[in-house]
């Protein structure tokens, strides 16, 4: 079992590395937009590297943070039944839903997305735009590192939904525990 708890640890770790550096692009998104915008606008300037580059960030941000999100519970998930579940129940919802439908999709993403970015390789795939980006098949590789990450985060909630129903949650640390739902009151001022 502690085999287990360190495996969730390591995967777990990993996307929050990948999570945390990769959410800085954003800024990056802001800035590149803002200053097209300005180049645009006051400066009658447009270059469509400038725009590329804006749009394939904001790609490569939101394929490499999904693993991230998954950890933080960032996904969009229909809570009425899951939110007031017992820890227990909430283990076995993520165990099955990683088996049936996590891990098949993010196989099918993985398999019919590689033949997709090896040709991108294989001819240095470029931007459309004239003027565009050069290097869009290294975009297109944040493909396969989306499938691989989200996959990888699966694995760790269906390994730490089996700690949850083996009685093993203690092993992990308090960040990677399910927490219990319980509405607290604020206290009254006199």
């Known amino acids: 079992m502690r085999a ?3 495996i969730v640890r390591l995967i777990s770790g990993l996307n929050l590395l990948i999570g945390n550096i990769f959410s800085w692009l954003s800024l990056a998104i802001v800035l590149v937009c803002f200053t097209v915008v300005v180049q645009r606008y006051v400066f009658s300037i447009s270059f469509v590297w400038m725009q590329d580059l804006y749009v394939w960030l904001n790609g490569a941000m939101f394929t490499a943070v999904a693993g991230f999100a998954l950890l933080r519970n960032d996904h969009v998930r229909v809570d009425i039944f899951y939110r007031p579940a017992s ?6 919802v993520d165990l099955i839903g990683v088996i049936l439908f996590l891990l098949p999709f993010s196989w099918i993403v993985y398999y019919y997305g590689w033949p997709f970015v090896r040709r991108s390789w294989r001819i240095y795939e470029a931007s459309a735009n004239v003027g565009g980006m050069p290097g869009l098949f290294v975009l297109k590789t944040f493909i396969l590192a989306f499938a691989l990450l989200i996959a990888l985060q699966g694995i760790s909630m269906a390994l730490r939904s089996i700690l949850v129903l083996a009685g093993r949650e203690d092993l992990l640390p308090a960040k990677l525990r399910y927490q219990e739902q319980t509405e607290e009151l604020p206290e009254a001022s006199v």
């Open 87 to 92: 820890t227990r129940r909430k283990a076995l």
């Open 4 to 6: 287990i708890a360190l």
